[in-house]
Structures are given as C-alpha cells and as structure tokens.
C-alpha cells in the first residue's frame, strides 16, 4: 500500500481530483432538466452565471452546488486520505483545472469560482471566507458577477499570504496561482467591463434574449 507522502499517491489523488473537477455539471443539469446546452447561448461559459441566462434558476442553483461540491469532495477525499499540505494544495489545483479544461468537453470549461470556493474550504477556510465576504460586497454594490467574483479571486490570494505564509510557502503559492487563474479567465469580462457592455444583474427583473457579449 502507498504511503500518503509518496509521489505516486499524490499522483493518484491529483488525476482523481481534475478527472472528478472535469464533470460539466452545468451540462449535465441542463441536460436533465430539458435545458440548452449552455455552451451554445449567453457566453457560451457552462458555468451557473450562464445557465441562469436560460431563465431557469432552479438549473442554475444546482449547478452551482454541484460545482462546489466537486471541489470540495475532491478536498475531503483527500484529507481523509491524510495528504500533507503540500498533497492538498496539488489536489485542490487539479480538481479547479479540471473545472477550467476538463477532459469531457475538450478541455473547454467554466471559470472556476464555485469550484475553487469549495476546494478551498477545507485547506483555507479563514482566507476563504474573507474572498465570500469580499465578493458578496463587491455584487452587491456592483451587481456585476464578473467584479464580484475577480475581486474575490484577487483577495483570496492576498488574504492567504497574510494568515498562512508562517506555515509554509505552499498554501500561498498555490492559492496565488489558482486567484491568477480564474482573473484570466475572466479576460473577456474584463475587456466588456472596459467597453461598458458588461450585463449588469438585474434583481427581479426577467432576462430578455441571450447575447454572446454577457
């Protein structure tokens, strides 16, 4: 039996976590609900942000479920398997690739936010909650999904360099490469942002038509 340090089990547990991270729920839910696939309206990102484009929030809220739960079973499968740090940071990575270039739809994924949310409980719960709390305040008084979820991206990082770089450097790299990543994702909101033609989300107010520029 492999020991949980050893290369070829942290091996395991990272091709477990991206296959684990590659399943589309927001393709699957659509599927299962009789939905669009969410790949051909809106941003074409099959993401929650998109299938609530469909007008169907019940779609919308699962898919966000199941996108942070995958991250976060990916995480406890691998606490339970005792990994160290350095095993869960590369597990908690991979499971949020997967989200971005998963294996099932040609490596074209979502942007990884409920994904990496969820991962990030379990390893950086303080750091964590700090990038909720950042994008909650930033959607609210922006209403721009976009904003909130780059600012939450760019805190998260920053938070864990405060609160975990006495524990190692590990944690704040990766959580620094995983923030870098879904703001690069983001690329073209940010070019939308810029033009002014970013969708601003209305509360209680019924979509009309979908445009590939949301």
Known sequence: MLAPDSFLFILQAVVLAYLLGSIPFAVVVSKAMGLKDPRSYGSGNPGATNVLRSGNKPAAALTLLGDALKGWLAMWFAMRAGLDVTGLAWVALAVFLGHLYPVFLSFKGGKGVATSA?????????????????????????????????????????????????????????????????????????????????????????????????
């Open 118 to 214: 969820g991962a990030l409980i379990g390893i950086a719960p303080a750091a964590t909650g700090l990038g909720l709390l950042v994008w909650i305040v930033a959607f609210v008084l922006s209403r721009y999904v976009s904003v909130a979820s780059i600012l939450a991206a760019l805190s998260v990082p920053v938070s864990a360099w405060w609160l975990y770089r006495r524990d190692g450097l590990v944690l704040p790299i990766a959580l620094t490469v995983l923030g870098a990543l879904i703001v690069w994702r983001h690329h073209g909101n940010i070019r939308r942002l810029a033009a002014g033609t970013e969708h601003r989300f209305e509360f209680g107010r019924k979509r009309r038509g979908m445009t590939k520029s949301e």
